[in-house]
């Protein structure tokens, strides 16, 4: 039976790709900390452990998923303390360098991006410990993720102000051209590069471009409302502020023909909101 080890997956997508790898026939081995989730399907091991204090996992791996990896000090411990066959990090498109060139590819360089703060430094820094390591890895590159038990704020944020009819504040001109992928693609997509012990880069992103200011408008399609849309100039660009809206008016578009040409598919962008909305959202926002 194939083996292999989630680091992290507690919550929204960690979940959706035990199912996947379950499906399959995988022996699942979580490790983390136990704070978000301790309960797991029967067939699934659960090693409660802090990675920055070092893995607890002596068995030798088919694949590793890494979906909490922010620091390249992260991603290089786990490289040097664990034996597998293929090691699978969970990064982000928000990893590449801003850029007025769109859309995006695995060839983009990666680099600063002021938007994403930080979080684009860690990413850069766990993409490079990669590269460097000399060991088989894949990297997935999801852009915005959105899914059921998002606990992210963004649907729930959007749907919630739609159906209570209040204002809904887009930054700058909401004529940003972003992408979304669905959270069940990204799962399903981690399983096919584990089944298929796929290395390399690969973005994962829907097919659809949409702005700001349609995101809203089809939401409140779905949600059957009438939606009262006002723009905040001052909040253009990296000055945006998330608690008045849950996506930067900045251009966020990647190519996703490398990774379906090994197997991922996605599903339209209006047919998962609505189903998510129907499934989720209607009755917990």
């Given at each position: 039976?194939?083996k292999?080890?989630?680091?992290?997956g507690?919550?929204?997508?960690?979940?959706?790709?035990?199912?996947?790898?379950?499906?399959k026939?995988w022996?699942?081995t979580?490790?983390?900390?136990?704070?978000?989730?301790?309960?797991?399907?029967?067939?699934v091991r659960?090693i409660?452990?802090?990675?920055?204090?070092?893995?607890?996992?002596?068995?030798?791996y088919d694949?590793?998923?890494?979906?909490?990896?922010?620091?390249?000090a992260?991603?290089?411990?786990?490289?040097?303390?664990?034996?597998?066959?293929?090691?699978?990090?969970?990064?982000?498109?928000?990893?590449?360098?801003?850029?007025?060139?769109?859309?995006?590819?695995?060839?983009?360089?990666?680099?600063?991006?002021?938007?994403?703060?930080?979080?684009n430094?860690?990413?850069?820094?766990?993409e490079?410990?990669?590269?460097k390591?000399?060991?088989?890895?894949?990297?997935?590159?999801p852009?915005y993720?959105?899914?059921?038990?998002?606990?992210?704020?963004?649907?729930?944020?959007?749907y919630?102000?739609?159906?209570?009819?209040?204002?809904?504040?887009?930054?700058?001109?909401?004529?940003?051209?972003?992408?979304?992928?669905?959270?069940?693609?990204?799962?399903?997509?981690?399983?096919?590069?584990?089944?298929?012990k796929?290395?390399?880069?690969?973005?994962?992103?829907g097919?659809?471009y949409?702005t700001?200011?349609?995101?809203?408008?089809?939401?409140?399609?779905i949600?059957?409302?009438?939606?009262?849309i006002?723009?905040?100039?001052?909040?253009?660009?990296?000055?945006?502020?998330?608690?008045?809206?849950?996506?930067?008016n900045?251009?966020?578009?990647?190519?996703?023909?490398?990774?379906?040409?090994v197997?991922?598919s996605?599903m339209?962008?209006?047919?998962?909101?609505?189903?998510?909305?129907?499934?989720?959202?209607?009755?917990?926002?």
């Open positions: 039976m194939k292999a080890l989630i680091i992290g507690s919550r929204f997508v960690g979940p959706l790709v035990m199912a996947e790898l379950l499906k026939n022996d699942i979580v490790f983390n900390r136990g704070q978000a989730s301790s309960s797991y399907p029967p067939p659960h409660v452990g802090d990675r920055n204090r070092g893995f607890a996992c002596l068995d030798h694949i590793v998923i890494d979906m909490c990896a922010y620091t390249g992260q991603t290089e411990r786990a490289l040097q303390e664990l034996s597998f066959d293929l090691f699978i990090h969970l990064g982000t498109a928000a990893a590449y360098q801003k850029s007025e060139t769109f859309p995006l590819t695995e060839y983009s360089p990666l680099g600063p991006w002021p938007l994403w703060g930080a979080y430094t860690g990413k850069v820094q766990c490079n410990a990669l590269k390591s000399g060991k088989p890895y894949a990297s997935l590159r852009v993720i959105l899914g059921k038990k998002n606990y992210i704020p963004r649907e729930s944020f959007i919630s102000l739609l159906k209570q009819g209040r204002p809904i504040t887009i930054p700058g001109n909401g004529e940003a051209c972003v992408q979304f992928v669905s959270a069940d693609a990204v799962a399903a997509t981690l399983a096919l590069l584990a089944e298929t796929q290395e390399g880069v690969f973005n994962c992103a097919d659809d949409i700001l200011k349609g995101l809203v408008q089809e939401m409140a399609i949600a059957g409302t009438e939606p009262f006002r723009f905040n100039a001052d909040a253009d660009g990296d000055r945006f502020r998330q608690e008045e809206f849950p996506f930067a900045e251009n966020f578009t990647c190519s996703n023909e490398k990774v379906k040409s197997g991922a996605f339209p962008l209006r047919t998962f909101l609505r189903h998510d909305y129907e499934t989720y959202y209607k009755n917990n926002t």
